[in-house]
């Protein structure tokens, strides 16, 4: 018996060496430690060993089935890992193979500076709300202090959808909204798309505009230039030069218009600021009491400034495109050379 147990224990393993995959290994397994595996019908024919044997042939059978198991595991380990290099080979990424190109997109000018001024506006704590497209007219205009049959309502030649619904003709109705629904003191900031019945080379029925607001106690026209200034400074840098004009606008009063360093010529002189070196910023001024009032606000508590740039023209003079009708296109050969 002892010679037996040698001899499953010397072709047990050679067998489990040359075992090719796991299939052949477990096969090996089966033939030796299975129910009816050489092994097992051995150590079942114990009870037959002379008694003075049996300890002896007994501690040798344990080892033999021990070093079966312990090479079967090993081979098995073995197995596993050589499979998961050849997986791993075969999966084998070239980092170094030329890319066939992947295509990037980019972001329209139009949105690219809207979100540089909507970034600078929320680090200067502004709030950036939205308000509809099409509004009423009292919203667009009487709420505004424009009346109606108001020659100031020339100002701005109207796309009407009935008598008293319009596309806004500016983003001017967002005052409106916030003071009648927000509590002072706030600052908002609305960015959008604003339509006139207006048609040229640099005027299109579409365009865009953002509003800013801010209420609170004792705000002057001071308050108001100093945060034009930083705005100035952040957009053309420290050593933008600003001047002002006086203006109307029925919902400030008093009304002004910014000018800043041209941007076209960085204050030189050319023919888009006729030569002076400056070109208009926008304009704005101290929110007239009346609309403070009519929009529920207490005007003897509160006061505020409002401006309204137009960002359309600043794309076009920083970009150097010479139609407006440009930006609203969508015509690729013009926004691939705006990347
Ligand atoms: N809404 C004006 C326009 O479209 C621009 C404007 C001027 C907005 C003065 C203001 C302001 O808030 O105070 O021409």
């Not at 003191?185 to 801010?214: M, T």
């Not at 009519?294 to 920083?318: L, Q």
């Amino acid at each position: 018996m002892k010679k037996q147990l040698e001899e499953i224990l010397k072709n047990g393993l050679a067998q489990i060496e040359v075992a090719a995959d796991l299939k052949q290994l477990d096969d090996v397994r089966l033939k030796f430690l299975g129910k009816t595996g050489e092994l097992t019908t051995i150590l079942r024919g114990m009870k037959d060993v002379p008694a003075e044997e049996r300890r002896e042939v007994g501690t040798l059978a344990n080892s033999v089935r021990e070093q079966i198991e312990a090479a079967l595991s090993q081979k098995l380990a073995d197995l596993e890992n050589e499979k998961l290099r050849l997986d791993m080979e075969k999966e084998k990424v070239d980092i170094t193979e030329p890319s066939t190109g992947t295509k990037r997109g980019a972001l329209h000018p139009l949105t690219r500076f809207n979100n540089k001024f909507m970034e600078l506006c929320v680090e200067m704590g502004f709030t950036v709300i939205q308000t509809p497209e099409i509004e009423t007219d009292y919203y667009n205009f009487e709420a505004l202090n424009v009346p109606k049959n108001h020659p100031s309502r020339d100002m701005q030649d109207s796309l009407y959808i009935t008598d008293t619904i319009l596309m806004r003709t500016h983003t001017s109705p967002a005052q409106v909204h916030a003071m009648e629904t927000l509590k002072p003191p706030f600052k908002i900031v609305c960015p959008g798309r604003v339509y006139r019945n207006d048609d040229d080379s640099s005027h299109s029925p579409i365009f865009n505009q953002f509003e800013a607001l801010v209420i609170d106690e004792n705000v002057s026209l001071k308050d108001f230039m100093i945060m034009v200034r930083e705005m100035a400074e952040r957009l053309y840098g420290k050593d933008v030069k600003m001047r002002v004009r006086p203006a109307f606008f029925p919902f400030t009063e008093p009304s002004i218009e910014i000018d800043a360093t041209c941007q076209m010529c960085h204050g030189k002189g050319c023919s888009l600021c006729k030569g002076t070196g400056f070109s208009e910023f926008f304009g704005g001024g101290i929110v007239n009491p009346k609309i403070l009032e009519m929009s529920g606000i207490d005007s003897k508590k509160y006061s505020g400034f409002a401006f309204g740039p137009g960002i359309d023209r600043s794309v076009m003079i920083t970009n150097k495109i010479p139609n407006i009708k440009y930006l609203f296109r969508n015509d690729m050969r013009f926004l691939k050379q705006m990347r």
